[in-house]
C-alpha cells in the first residue's frame, strides 16, 4: 500500500512495502542479474558487507565476508537459495568491489 501526502509543492509518497519503496526511488544500486536473481544494496547499507537478492517472490540477504553466509531469506525454494548462494559466491569479490564503489563514498 502507498499513502500519498501533499506538503505544499511536494508530493511524498510512504510505504512499508520495501520493494515499492526500492522501485519508487534510485536507492537501490543493482549490482548483477543472473539467471532471473537480481543482487542489490540499500543506499544506506551497514556493515557487514552483505547483499540482497530478488527472483519472483523470494528475497534473501547474504553476508559476504569472512565468507558467502545466508543471513536471512524467505519464499524461496531450496534449489533456488541454493542457486543464489553458488552465485554470490561466483561473484563475491565483485559484489565486494561495488559494495565499496557504491558505499565508501
Same mark, same amino acid.
Request: a negative charge; aromatic letters at 10%; charged letters at 25%.
Given at each position: 500500500?502507498? $499513502?500519498?501526502?501533499?506538503? #505544499?509543492?511536494?508530493?511524498?509518497?510512504?510505504?512499508? &512495502?520495501?520493494?515499492?519503496? $526500492?522501485?519508487?526511488?534510485?536507492?537501490? +544500486?543493482?549490482? =548483477?542479474?543472473? &539467471? @532471473?536473481?537480481?543482487?542489490?544494496?540499500?543506499?544506506?547499507?551497514? /556493515? +557487514?558487507? /552483505?547483499?540482497?537478492?530478488?527472483? #519472483? #517472490? #523470494?528475497?534473501?540477504?547474504? &553476508?559476504?565476508?569472512?565468507?558467502?553466509?545466508? %543471513?536471512?531469506?524467505? @519464499?524461496?525454494? *531450496?534449489?533456488? *537459495?541454493?542457486?543464489?548462494?553458488? =552465485? $554470490? *559466491?561466483?561473484? %563475491?569479490?565483485?559484489?565486494?568491489?561495488?559494495? /565499496?564503489? /557504491?558505499?565508501? %563514498?
Amino acid at each position: 500500500m502507498i $499513502a500519498e501526502t501533499v506538503l #505544499g509543492t511536494r508530493t511524498i509518497l510512504q510505504t512499508t &512495502d520495501l520493494s515499492i519503496a $526500492a522501485s519508487l526511488c534510485n536507492c537501490v +544500486p543493482k549490482v =548483477l542479474e543472473r &539467471d @532471473g536473481f537480481v543482487f542489490f544494496f540499500y543506499s544506506n547499507e551497514h /556493515h +557487514p558487507i /552483505h547483499v540482497h537478492v530478488r527472483r #519472483g #517472490g #523470494g528475497e534473501a540477504v547474504f &553476508d559476504m565476508e569472512p565468507v558467502v553466509e545466508l %543471513r536471512e531469506s524467505q @519464499g524461496f525454494k *531450496l534449489k533456488e *537459495l541454493a542457486r543464489a548462494e553458488a =552465485l $554470490a *559466491l561466483e561473484y %563475491r569479490e565483485w559484489i565486494i568491489s561495488k559494495w /565499496h564503489e /557504491h558505499l565508501d %563514498r
